[in-house]
């Protein structure tokens, strides 16, 4: 993870190559990590590992003959044969695993919300940094300054790594209980996430009320992440010439555009921009509810918005379990901690 993050901020995408199931299969069988074959300033080079940061080097081997008892590395043997597209080419005898695959592994031990956190990360256009891969992995916060109100954390912009199918490929593959979460993860994801915030927001909005979210996908339509609406002649003038937006999250069912106004949102230029695009979209029959950075933690706030929507599309939000509130409280807290964020 820590290698395909660290592609996603150099390149803007993930340049490596994909390989057949021929060279899949040499690739695994011809590891076998001796001293001699292991080249960890190239692999720090490539972002893979980091020297600093204690952590082991995850190694595939084919079989426990190949394993090598040898700091920094960690061998782990494969569970019989990988499925297609597991395995790419970083560069010349250099192989990794996928995103796909990757998510899949770095799965076990995590909770629903902090796995649909990851995937729609890998999913979406935006990358965490290399630097928060270990630290969200041991359940820390990145970095270690961020506030308890934060809801925004760093990213960088780049295009998806995978695809819906590819994780479907990977959760019919993965069929041991220990993936349960995953499966149930792939489920709820969804592609277009542009940040964190974004994630956070379709994480607590989206998925069905027994998780502890506000099911807004069993809305006809569902939740549509950066959907575009291109606006008619008198929305193109109520809008001062903006020809289209951009909604964070589209519920066609209620023709609500839900919009997470974070910090950048607070310049004077975005405010204008904003509110022409507020216009034309009041122009195509459509309402628009901003959500704040304080009402990101705030799960009264997030509720009685998630009731409006509801309400809108000519439904009711009705729970039919008990302990509401702290399903909802860890449902937060896990989507956070996937992002590297401490407890709201």
Request: glycine residues 10%.
């Amino acid at each position: 993870m820590r290698g395909v993050r660290s592609a996603r901020r150099a390149y803007g995408s993930l340049p490596w190559g994909a390989v057949g199931r021929v060279e899949q299969r040499h690739a695994i069988e011809g590891c076998v990590p001796n001293a001699d074959m292991v080249d960890l300033d190239d692999l720090a080079r490539l972002g893979m590992w980091a020297p600093n940061e204690s952590e082991g080097l995850h190694v595939l081997v084919a079989s426990a003959g190949a394993r090598r008892a040898r700091a920094p590395m960690l061998c782990h043997v494969c569970p019989g044969p990988l499925p297609l597209g597991a395995i790419m080419r970083v560069a010349p005898g250099v192989y990794c695993s996928s995103p796909a695959y990757t998510a899949l592994r770095c799965s076990r031990g995590r909770s629903v919300p902090e796995i649909l956190v990851l995937l729609l990360e890998l999913l979406g256009s935006y990358s965490l940094p290399p630097e928060a891969t270990f630290p969200i992995a041991w359940c820390g916060v990145w970095p270690d300054e961020v506030e308890r109100k934060s809801v925004e954390q760093i990213h960088y912009p780049s295009e998806p790594v995978v695809t819906i199918k590819e994780l479907q490929a990977m959760a019919r593959y993965a069929k041991s209980s220990e993936y349960a979460n995953f499966r149930t993860a792939v489920r709820l994801a969804a592609t277009g996430s542009r940040s964190p915030a974004e994630s956070i927001m379709y994480g607590m909005f989206a998925p069905p009320l027994r998780f502890g979210a506000f099911g807004i996908s069993s809305l006809k339509g569902g939740m549509l992440l950066n959907h575009r609406i291109d606006f008619d002649t008198t929305s193109l003038h109520m809008a001062s010439g903006v020809p289209y937006a951009v909604c964070d999250a589209y519920i066609p069912a209620a023709h609500i555009d839900t919009e997470y106004n974070g910090i950048g949102h607070e310049e004077e230029n975005r405010r204008i921009h904003d509110g022409q695009r507020n216009n034309g979209l009041k122009g195509m029959g459509v309402t628009v509810l901003v959500i704040n950075r304080d009402q990101m933690r705030d799960i009264v706030a997030l509720e009685a918005i998630a009731r409006s929507i509801h309400k809108a599309a000519g439904g009711l939000l009705r729970y039919r379990y008990s302990g509401v509130r702290q399903r909802q409280t860890a449902w937060l807290n896990g989507l956070r901690a996937g992002s590297g964020l401490p407890p709201a």
